[in-house]
């Protein structure tokens, strides 16, 4: 992605072209909750918006409750002043959706006229609070001035969705270390924390999951995970292979719950209420590598991706050397998904995409 094709905005301020940096690079610099989504349908339309402003209000309000240290730039030093206001008085919805939407206005536009022939845009908005103007504020604040105490970032760059609904375009995977902390928040400082994973990446390794125990695997990186796993027992099982999995009822699919620290991501929660619709099951639990041979087909989800089926996951013959220096200390035990994208994986992601659509947020919504 060349330094031309990426464009910031800076509290609500458009940042010359050559001087954006890459996205992770924002990331690492400010700490803060963010969301990241693209256009699709040649850039006309943005994928599910409604959807990411709520996760990003979410991540804040999480972040300030929780963990605020992932919020604002040292608040141990003095605390986070007036932050029973903040948690119990402020509309974030409202005040997250008004930030986002200004500077999307300002920069879209500029954004769009540089896109390249049949590109679409990845956007990431990030919200970090401003903790020296909070201070100063000597508590005289209402909810309409709160703004002033948190800093907006909106960066776009091109993005080139691939075709993953083609043989031979599946994702490559390798379970390499633990879970994160607060993980139903999306927060900027896990862009530097999941760096100390990558040691573990062998080279044909195209994301990396992340598992506790080396048995239940939670999510990736950058992604949330599922598998379609045959019911346990011969009669679904032979039911299954006779049908070529057209009966839901001999499969389910498997993808751990929020509760075991996973990210609440986007896509995720799509792929939940169209399954409720469809009637196919679905089950939140971590699956297990244990139970590997009634996997079937298996697929990761984020807004960029939509989702991706797999082709192959490795996981260490022992989960012990995950403490190792390097991927090649490690030796490895590989499930291989043949013939992929799958009947199931299919049909979720031409789901997603007639959701897309009864979801659109044309940009014209934005009054440009």
């Given amino acids: 992605m060349s330094q031309s094709n990426r464009f910031l905005c800076t509290n609500g301020v458009v940042s010359p072209s050559p001087d954006t940096p ?13 969301t990241t989504t693209r ?5 006309s339309e943005l994928l599910f918006w409604g959807r990411h402003l709520t996760r990003l209000s979410n991540s804040t309000k999480i972040l300030l409750t ?6 604002f730039e040292n608040p141990d030093k003095n605390g986070v002043p007036f932050l029973g206001f903040l948690t119990r008085s402020v509309k974030w919805d409202s005040v997250i959706e008004v930030l986002v939407n200004d500077s999307i206005r300002k920069l879209f536009p500029t954004a769009l006229k540089e896109r390249k022939c049949k590109e679409e845009l990845a956007i990431t908005a990030l919200v970090s609070g401003n903790l020296e103007k909070l201070s100063n504020s000597g508590g005289e604040f209402d909810e309409e001035s709160i703004s002033e105490f948190l800093d907006v970032y909106l960066h776009i760059a091109g993005y080139d969705p691939p075709l993953y609904v083609i043989r031979g375009n599946g994702a490559h995977l390798a379970v390499v270390g633990p879970g994160r902390d607060v993980a139903n928040a999306k927060y900027s400082d896990w862009v530097r924390l999941r760096k100390s994973l990558e040691k573990l990446r062998p080279p044909s390794i195209t994301e990396l ?17 599922f598998v379609i796993c045959l019911k346990d027992n011969n009669e679904d099982n032979n039911f299954a292979e006779k ?26 929660q799509v792929i939940t209420q169209i399954c409720l619709q469809i009637g196919i099951p679905l089950r939140e639990v971590a699956p297990s590598w244990s139970q590997r041979e009634l996997w079937v087909e298996a697929f990761i989800t984020n807004s960029l991706r939509v989702l991706q089926h797999v082709d192959t996951i490795q996981v260490p013959e022992s ?23 799958g009947r199931i994986t299919s049909i979720i992601q031409r789901e997603i995409m007639e959701r897309a659509g009864i979801e659109t947020f044309p940009v014209t919504s934005l009054n440009l």
């Fill in 22 to 34: 890459p996205v992770t690079t924002l990331l690492e610099a400010h700490r803060g909750a963010y």
């Fill in 39 to 43: 256009t699709h349908n040649n850039g």
């Fill in 243 to 268: 049908k070529g999995l057209q009966a839901f009822r001999s499969v389910e699919i498997q993808t751990a719950p929020v509760a075991d620290g996973i990210l609440p991501g986007v896509i995720r």
């Fill in 66 to 71: 929780t963990r605020p240290e992932l919020l």
């Fill in 209 to 225: 999951l992340l598992s506790n125990d080396g048995d239940r695997i939670l999510e990736g990186c950058l992604t949330n995970f």
């Fill in 319 to 341: 989960w012990q050397s995950v403490e190792s220096k390097t991927w090649k200390e490690i030796t490895w035990v590989e499930k291989r998904f043949e013939d992929g994208p």
